[in-house]
């Protein structure tokens, strides 16, 4: 979302942000790019206070005359979708950039009501569509627009002797780096049972856990009952991922679920040989044995003989990894992500499907794309007041 907002063609769009809270390791990035940035704070969807809060939000879309409302997440979705309908938005999007997997039963019930919705819901894998088909999202126009990274900034680097010794890991030792948020579903305690299983093998090699969550205390307990502490190093989290991936060896991710792994696609981008899952999105980026090694979830064993190969075969994590960079640069740039979405904004606009979205929808009332009448009228009242015309933002 952060890097959509601020590479978004200013020309053509006029781009407002918002936020449920303000904190965050992004939120200062946000505050200080420019960008008109406004908070509404609510504790909980059955507090009071909420309702306040999507009323300030309908006001500031009416005042602004916001065009196009796109919400990331279950959070911003509930909140924003149902009101920005209200407000009269002409195009309401829901970005679903997970399997579910994280959510309650009821919270993923409430995501798909609120859905609904929206004229469109935009999603970063075949996978994540998938599932939301599997659960009932029918009828509804579903977009498949893949995360893109930033090729430039994780292109490799040379060695760094000084970023090492800041995290207390010797100058030439091969590093086995997994960047991941600490809890269950992210498949790290399987990471340190392959560690295990690896560390007698290659005694030079370590291993880096980069990232924080409520998991970090059990699994720095279990790498010390595994005899591992003085062979991993928690480094919390870390903004300058870039730089950690080029001094690694291998990447892993391990995750029990995905919806598009940034990691895989980052450490790809780096030109790192990657070792990952097969779930969610990742084998539609990721092809085994030509851009990386792909396990089944929770198999430390099938993790640490992958792990293992590439450790003992430095040509073949060498071909495997520029294998895995020339595909991020031509297919999963930052900016082929960002005009796929500023096309599907358009296209919407129009009330015309893109072709990032699906064809399989279920027959049935054809979903109109188009601005309802009332609102299309309110629409031509505000052109004809030249200081309401706008951009679509």
């Known amino acids: 979302m952060a890097h959509l907002a601020t590479r978004l063609d200013p020309s053509r769009f006029d781009v407002h942000v918002a936020c449920l809270q303000q904190a965050g390791p992004l939120y200062g990035e946000m505050a200080s790019c ?7 704070p609510i504790k909980g969807f059955l507090r009071p206070g909420t309702l306040r809060q999507q009323w ?18 279950f959070y911003p979705i509930v909140f924003a979708v149902p009101v920005a309908r209200l407000a009269g938005s002409r195009v309401v999007l829901a970005s679903i950039r997970d399997s579910g997997d994280p959510w309650t039963r009821a919270q993923r019930l409430v995501q798909k009501y609120a859905s609904r919705l ?10 994540v569509r998938a599932q939301l088909r599997s659960e009932g999202y029918a009828r509804r126009a579903i977009a498949v ?3 893109g990274v930033d090729v430039d900034r994780f292109a490799p680097r040379p060695p760094d002797e000084t970023l090492r ?11 086995v780096v997994a960047v991941s948020r600490l809890n269950p579903m992210k498949g790290i305690d399987d990471y340190l049972k392959a560690m295990a299983i690896l560390a007698g093998r290659f005694p030079e090699a370590r291993f880096v856990i980069v990232g924080d969550g409520g998991s970090r205390r059990e699994l720095e307990e279990q790498a010390r009952q595994l005899g591992l502490a003085e062979r991993v190093a928690f480094t919390g989290t870390k903004l300058d991922v870039a730089a950690i991936l080029s001094q690694a060896a291998v990447s892993v991710a391990p995750s029990l679920s995905e919806g598009l792994s940034n990691v895989v696609l980052e450490s790809m981008a780096a030109g790192v040989p990657v070792v990952a899952t097969r779930v969610g999105g990742t084998p539609e980026i990721l092809d085994d044995g030509v851009t990386g090694l792909l396990v089944s979830p929770g198999d430390a064993p099938a993790l640490a003989v992958a792990i293992g190969r590439l450790l003992e075969n430095p040509a073949l994590a060498q071909r495997l990894g520029q294998a895995a960079r020339a595909r991020m640069v ?25 072709p990032t979205m ?18 299309s009228a309110r629409r031509r009242r505000d052109t004809r007041v030249p200081s309401r015309q706008r951009a679509p933002s």
């Open 165 to 175: 010794s800041a995290l207390g890991l010797p100058p030439r030792a091969p590093l």
């Open 330 to 354: 031509n297919g999963f740039s930052m900016d082929h992500m960002v005009r796929q979405t500023e096309g599907l904004y358009r296209a919407l606009l129009r009330g015309e499907r893109s």
């Open 34 to 40: 420019g960008l008109p940035l406004t908070s509404y």
């Open 56 to 73: 300030r939000f309908v006001a500031y879309l009416k005042r602004e005359a916001i065009d196009i409302v796109h919400a990331y997440g």
């Open 358 to 375: 699906d064809e399989d929808i279920l027959s049935g009332a054809p979903m109109n794309l188009s601005p309802q009448p009332a609102v």
């Open 118 to 127: 929206a004229h469109c819901i935009l999603v970063n894998a075949a996978a």
């Open 145 to 147: 627009i893949r995360n």
